[in-house]
């Protein structure tokens, strides 16, 4: 069975899963450490075996980093190796990719744990000897697309999350889930935000929530496939209005295809994410 098939079988289970996590406490982390894995750097920012990500180099000088979150609507069952083949093709375009874990609901993940890992895991980036982290891009698909854009808006937060070490310099949403209240009221991915965050109180869906956040003090780029029925354009066509709208820089590709043509490397629609890539 090819990967495109298995994740169409999966998709309705992934989408309950696809919601960031964090943890509460702050507390105690493991030293951050490092190990190689071929031309593949391993790295872990904490004591969780999801708090890791592998560190793919350019043969020639870097244009950058991406840091790649993978998809799965949040949920346990989808990791990382969604993410492998786009970190990989990124290295042959020229680019320094970090294909990011972190917890999941299921695992230990929701929030704020997948929110402590997103951001542990973009600061660790400060720890690699002479890494220039002048040009940070956070690239997301699907779930992985509201940490993108949530994650490049860590200035803006008025809480612990808020003085990165690593500051994003942009972000690309590969079919992001970025309006949640839509996404709870079109019941995507049977149920995945609430399966993620749980219910939408005490101001949480504002905090997590791409859309509620409008202006980002950087620019955001969506990407999305004119057939996807997993999450249909219009998550991302609400979040550009609503940022242009407030004076952000936002803009939107529409491209022809599903919700997993976006990250498979050999169509034209990651070609045009390449191109925004390297636009930003």
Request: charged content about 25%.
């Amino acid at each position: 069975m090819d990967r495109r098939r298995l994740l169409q079988l999966g998709a309705g289970a992934a989408l309950a899963t696809m919601l960031p996590a964090c943890s509460a406490d702050g507390g105690a982390k493991a030293a951050p450490s490092s190990a190689t894995m071929g031309d593949v750097e391993v790295l872990t920012y904490g004591d969780d075996p999801q708090q890791r990500a592998e560190l793919h180099r350019p043969a020639g000088r870097s244009h950058g980093v991406v840091v790649v979150l993978h998809g799965g609507f949040w949920r346990a069952m989808w990791d990382f190796s969604l993410g492998r083949p786009l970190a990989e093709s990124l290295a042959r375009h020229g680019w320094t990719a970090l294909n990011l874990e972190y917890r999941r609901a299921g695992n230990g993940g929701g929030f704020p744990e997948t929110f402590d890992d997103v951001t542990a895991g973009i600061d660790r980036l400060a720890d690699i000897d002479g890494l220039d982290t002048s040009r940070v891009i956070t690239l997301g698909h699907s779930a992985g697309g509201l940490l993108a854009v949530w994650a490049a808006g860590r200035p803006k937060l008025d809480d612990r999350w808020s003085s990165p070490r690593v500051r994003v310099t942009g972000a690309v949403s590969q079919a992001g889930v970025l309006d949640l209240r839509g996404a709870v009221k079109a019941d995507l991915g049977d149920g995945a935000v609430a399966g993620f965050l749980g219910a939408d109180k005490d101001g949480l869906y504002d905090f997590a929530d791409p859309l509620a956040r409008v202006p980002l003090d950087v620019p955001v780029w969506c990407i999305h496939g004119r057939d996807d029925l997993q999450v249909p354009i219009e998550q991302s066509e609400t979040y550009v209005k609503a940022a242009r709208k407030a004076g952000a820089r936002a803009g939107l590709a529409a491209v022809d295809g599903d919700h997993f043509v976006l990250i498979d490397t050999t169509t034209t629609a990651w070609t045009r994410t390449l191109e925004i890539l390297d636009e930003l």
